[in-house]
Protein backbone atom coordinates (compact mmCIF):
# COMPACT_ATOMS: atom_id res chain seq x y z
CA UNK A 1 0.00 0.00 0.00
CA UNK A 2 1.26 3.42 -0.77
CA UNK A 3 1.22 5.95 1.88
CA UNK A 4 0.79 9.56 0.97
CA UNK A 5 3.56 11.59 2.77
CA UNK A 6 2.13 14.05 5.86
CA UNK A 7 2.72 16.76 7.98
CA UNK A 8 3.72 17.04 10.84
CA UNK A 9 0.25 18.66 11.69
CA UNK A 10 -1.32 15.77 9.33
CA UNK A 11 0.98 12.93 11.25
CA UNK A 12 -0.27 13.87 14.82
CA UNK A 13 -3.88 13.43 14.21
CA UNK A 14 -3.34 10.36 11.91
CA UNK A 15 -0.70 8.57 13.92
CA UNK A 16 -0.43 9.93 16.89
CA UNK A 17 -4.57 10.04 17.41
CA UNK A 18 -4.45 13.64 17.62
CA UNK A 19 -7.88 15.98 17.81
CA UNK A 20 -7.94 19.36 15.94
CA UNK A 21 -9.94 21.86 17.74
CA UNK A 22 -13.39 22.45 17.21
CA UNK A 23 -14.55 24.14 14.66
CA UNK A 24 -11.25 24.57 12.78
CA UNK A 25 -11.17 21.79 10.21
CA UNK A 26 -11.63 22.79 6.47
CA UNK A 27 -14.28 20.20 6.02
CA UNK A 28 -16.79 21.27 9.39
CA UNK A 29 -18.91 22.89 6.74
CA UNK A 30 -18.81 21.84 3.37
CA UNK A 31 -21.75 19.78 1.81
CA UNK A 32 -20.38 19.33 -1.51
CA UNK A 33 -21.21 16.19 -3.56
CA UNK A 34 -18.18 14.25 -3.53
CA UNK A 35 -16.32 11.08 -1.50
CA UNK A 36 -14.35 11.75 1.48
CA UNK A 37 -10.77 9.82 1.68
CA UNK A 38 -7.88 8.90 3.62
CA UNK A 39 -5.47 11.35 3.58
CA UNK A 40 -2.51 8.70 4.72
CA UNK A 41 -3.54 6.03 2.47
CA UNK A 42 -5.92 7.54 -0.06
CA UNK A 43 -8.97 4.89 0.72
CA UNK A 44 -12.57 6.32 0.63
CA UNK A 45 -14.11 6.39 3.78
CA UNK A 46 -17.40 8.22 3.30
CA UNK A 47 -19.58 9.72 0.84
CA UNK A 48 -20.94 13.61 1.41
CA UNK A 49 -24.67 12.46 1.42
CA UNK A 50 -23.89 10.60 4.48
CA UNK A 51 -22.89 13.74 6.64
CA UNK A 52 -24.75 15.62 8.17
CA UNK A 53 -24.09 18.74 10.04
CA UNK A 54 -24.10 18.10 13.57
CA UNK A 55 -22.98 21.60 15.44
CA UNK A 56 -19.92 19.46 17.19
CA UNK A 57 -17.24 21.18 15.57
CA UNK A 58 -16.39 18.74 13.29
CA UNK A 59 -17.46 16.80 10.00
CA UNK A 60 -20.00 14.05 11.03
CA UNK A 61 -21.77 11.45 9.14
CA UNK A 62 -24.15 9.00 9.97
CA UNK A 63 -22.73 6.17 7.72
CA UNK A 64 -19.79 4.94 6.34
CA UNK A 65 -18.44 3.44 2.90
CA UNK A 66 -18.66 -0.49 3.55
CA UNK A 67 -15.75 -2.39 5.08
CA UNK A 68 -13.82 1.22 5.45
CA UNK A 69 -13.91 2.14 9.35
CA UNK A 70 -12.82 0.28 12.11
CA UNK A 71 -13.79 0.55 15.22
CA UNK A 72 -12.11 0.06 18.63
CA UNK A 73 -13.18 0.68 21.98
CA UNK A 74 -10.73 3.05 24.19
CA UNK A 75 -9.98 1.62 27.50
CA UNK A 76 -12.18 2.90 29.52
CA UNK A 77 -14.93 2.20 27.02
CA UNK A 78 -16.52 5.24 27.10
CA UNK A 79 -15.92 6.19 23.69
CA UNK A 80 -15.12 3.87 20.15
CA UNK A 81 -12.14 5.59 18.19
CA UNK A 82 -12.47 4.92 14.71
CA UNK A 83 -9.64 4.36 12.06
CA UNK A 84 -9.05 4.05 8.43
CA UNK A 85 -9.56 -0.25 8.04
CA UNK A 86 -6.52 0.11 5.14
CA UNK A 87 -4.04 2.31 7.09
CA UNK A 88 -4.76 2.44 10.63
CA UNK A 89 -4.80 6.44 10.47
CA UNK A 90 -6.55 8.02 13.43
CA UNK A 91 -10.08 9.49 12.27
CA UNK A 92 -12.44 10.58 15.34
CA UNK A 93 -14.99 8.58 17.34
CA UNK A 94 -18.08 7.32 16.64
CA UNK A 95 -21.31 7.99 18.95
CA UNK A 96 -24.33 5.70 18.75
CA UNK A 97 -27.89 7.08 20.78
CA UNK A 98 -27.88 11.14 19.80
CA UNK A 99 -30.83 10.74 17.72
CA UNK A 100 -29.20 13.23 15.44
CA UNK A 101 -30.38 11.26 12.17
CA UNK A 102 -32.45 8.39 11.34
CA UNK A 103 -29.41 6.31 11.72
CA UNK A 104 -28.79 7.18 15.17
CA UNK A 105 -25.41 7.10 14.49
CA UNK A 106 -22.61 9.88 14.38
CA UNK A 107 -18.96 9.43 13.16
CA UNK A 108 -17.41 12.64 14.52
CA UNK A 109 -14.57 13.06 12.28
CA UNK A 110 -10.97 15.29 11.63
CA UNK A 111 -11.00 16.80 9.06
CA UNK A 112 -7.33 16.82 8.50
CA UNK A 113 -7.66 12.98 8.18
CA UNK A 114 -9.53 13.27 5.48
CA UNK A 115 -9.20 15.10 1.86
CA UNK A 116 -12.40 15.26 -0.02
CA UNK A 117 -12.55 14.77 -3.77
CA UNK A 118 -15.78 16.64 -5.36
CA UNK A 119 -18.09 14.19 -7.34
CA UNK A 120 -17.38 14.80 -11.50
CA UNK A 121 -20.96 16.56 -11.24
CA UNK A 122 -19.44 19.60 -9.49
CA UNK A 123 -16.40 20.31 -12.22
Known sequence: MKLNKLSPEESYILDQKGT????????????????????KCSTPLYRSEDKFHSGCGWPSFDDEIPGAIKRTPEPDRRN???SCRACGGHLGHVFAGEELT????????NSISMKFIPSSSDD
Open 80 to 82: IEI
Open 20 to 39: EAPFTGEYTDLFKSGTYICR
Open 102 to 109: SKNTRHCV
